[in-house]
């Protein structure tokens, strides 16, 4: 028992290492979109430059929580549909409330739209960690400690 619950917190302390890689990531790609690439006019660009964060952020996820986390080394093409499945909806939803977080932020505070995007990013990092991680651990890697 107390080494399938060592096993256990070492596993989640690789996923939020993980989870810190892919949000630096994350933040690196829709800094750079949103500062010299695109920029934030609308609604519309912020989903754009927070799109294309999200997928790179992904494709690392994918490498490192499959080798490192879940040990799962073995690339069927199932794995990475289940993966795939997984990080989408989480995209979807994640993205969702971020969307409507900047929007809020953007609206009602004085708040630069690169501020507020920002803030929205980290609310949408704190829902898709949790998501993920619940995800991977029981739908995409299961049975791989």
Not at 62 to 69: A, G, H, V
């Amino acid at each position: 028992m107390k080494q399938r619950l060592t096993a256990g917190l070492w596993q989640t302390m690789k996923f939020i290492f993980v989870g810190l890689l892919n949000t630096g990531i994350d933040f690196l790609v829709f800094n750079l979109l949103a500062y010299y690439v695109i920029g934030l006019g609308s609604p519309t660009a912020y989903f754009f430059c927070k799109s294309i964060a999200f997928l790179a952020a992904m494709t690392n996820s994918f490498f490192f929580n499959s080798r490192f986390t879940f040990k799962k080394h073995d690339q069927k093409k199932g794995l990475w549909w289940r993966f795939t499945l997984i990080t989408v909806s989480t995209f979807l939803i994640s993205s969702l409330i971020s969307t409507l977080a900047f929007n809020g932020i953007v609206d009602h505070t004085s708040l630069s739209a690169i501020l507020a995007g920002n803030i929205s990013v980290v609310i949408s990092v704190a829902v898709g960690m949790f998501i993920n991680f619940i995800g991977y651990k029981f739908f995409v890697f299961q049975n791989h400690e």
